[in-house]
């Protein structure tokens, strides 16, 4: 081993032509594949998101135990609290008993609780099964995490989602 003289510092030429080569082929690999994954996320996520509307349409129908949508949606919204369904009133969604219903509207000093939306569905249930409306019987659910999407959606009666452009 040679011990370096006052004054000498630094790598060689040799060394430095070696960083240099190893660092373009480097780039040589990675600048191609980087472009290929730039537009892959915002399919990925306009993939996911139509597949989670899907879903929580299903899972509300077969929560509310109905087999086609009343009135479903034909133009595209992205506001999730008026999709998929908002026509059919909580007596007409088929409560087992109407009188608790409407007294359960009463008891909230609402007189409009509609439709099947995926975000903000008021459910109205005797919890504690004493016949009467107590406050803990409504219950809001909500089958996505946020009330506005990106993309617009429309819905069959069957319960079956189409994707459209994205929202403005």
């Known amino acids: 081993m040679r011990i370096p003289k006052r004054g000498e510092k630094g790598f060689t030429l040799i060394e430095l032509l070696i960083v240099v080569a190893i660092l373009g082929v480097l780039a040589a690999v ?9 537009g892959a996320g915002e399919s990925e996520a306009k993939d996911t998101e139509f597949a989670n509307i899907q879903a929580a ?13 009343p ?12 999709f ?8 007409t969604k088929g409560a087992p008993d109407a009188a608790f219903v409407t ?18 569905n008021t459910v109205i249930n005797d919890v504690n099964g004493n016949g009467a409306y107590d406050a803990g019987d ?7 995490a946020t009330q506005n999407t990106t993309y617009l959606y429309t819905v069959d009666a069957s319960g079956t989602v ?3 452009a994205a929202a403005p």
Do not use: W
């Open 162 to 164: 189409t994707q459209g």
């Open 71 to 82: 009135v479903p949606i034909t133009t595209g919204t992205a506001n999730m609290a008026a």
């Open 138 to 144: 409504v219950l809001v659910v909500n089958y996505v």
């Open 103 to 120: 007294a359960a509207e009463a008891g909230l000093g609402v007189t409009l609780l509609t439709g099947y939306p995926l975000y903000g």
């Open 84 to 91: 998929p369904e908002v026509t059919a009133t909580l007596i």
């Open 57 to 69: 349409v299903h899972s509300m129908m077969v929560d509310n135990e109905i087999a086609a949508l």
């Open 30 to 38: 990675v600048i191609p594949n980087v472009g290929r994954f730039i």
